[in-house]
């Protein structure tokens, strides 16, 4: 069972590039959302869905986008990244159904922008 | 508005030990609470969590974390810490609104487990 599968584990992006931050989960959980880890700060919610086709903004969207148009994969998007976006980000889902439910994560990808 | 604060930026023990993270929350209404572990360069791992019931809470790995209402405090703890418990924890909330997968969570706690 491969839980929560996040790709790329690395990337290194200049000031004004575009990437896509991959995220999967096989295990048909209707609730899927991207935190950032920054030194000192914990986890910080960027954006999340509770179903395919419905997205909604966290504590932290801005520079950042995100679709979901299937149950599996909810991929992040940086449309001009910048310095500040240099974090370790995680894909994280859950059975959004149960308050007893807790969220699985994946590996993370850790960004770099110079 | 909500918060989790963990008041110790790292915990230091020795193994054998019992050791305690300390987490205090801030919310409206009743708490959802959680426990994260976090070991070098992996995702978080759910340790444990408390929704009603009994204060004291059982969960993976040993840990357990007494739910104290009065004091608004969801401390984690072990009755004999090992070196391989050595991680970073992290205390988390239900967030109001919005989805009920949302958690906020704390700033994390370093512990070191030392021989």
């Known amino acids: 069972n491969a839980g929560v599968t996040q790709t790329p584990k690395f990337q290194v992006l200049k000031t004004g590039q575009s990437m896509t931050l991959q995220c999967a989960q096989d295990?048909?959980?209707?609730?899927m959302s991207w935190y950032r880890q920054d030194p000192g700060m914990g986890l910080r919610l960027i954006h999340y869905s509770v179903g395919a086709g419905i997205t909604d903004q966290g504590e932290v969207p801005n520079g950042y986008n995100v679709s979901r148009s299937t149950t599996e994969d909810f991929p992040l998007r940086l449309l001009s990244a910048a310095p500040s976006q240099t974090s370790v980000y995680f894909c994280?889902?859950?059975?959004?159904?149960?308050?007893?439910?807790?969220?699985?994560f994946g590996n993370g990808t850790r960004l770099t922008v110079t | 508005a909500q918060s989790v604060a963990q008041p110790e930026d790292q915990v230091n023990v020795a193994e054998g030990n019992p050791l305690t993270v300390k987490c205090t929350y801030s919310?409206?209404?009743?708490?959802?609470l959680f426990w994260y572990v976090q070991y070098p360069n992996r995702g978080l791992q759910f340790l444990l969590k408390y929704i009603t019931g009994d204060n004291l809470v059982k969960g993976s790995y040993g840990f357990e974390a007494e739910f104290n209402k009065s004091q608004t405090s969801f401390h984690l703890k072990k009755p004999s810490a090992l070196v391989s418990d050595s991680a970073l924890y992290f205390c988390a909330v239900r967030a109001l609104g919005g989805s009920q997968g949302n958690l906020i969570f704390g700033k994390g706690t370093k512990l070191s487990v030392k021989p």
């Open positions: 295990m048909n959980h209707e609730y």
């Open positions: 994280a889902s859950t059975d959004d159904r149960s308050y007893n439910s807790p969220l699985h």
């Open positions: 919310v409206s209404g009743n708490p959802y």
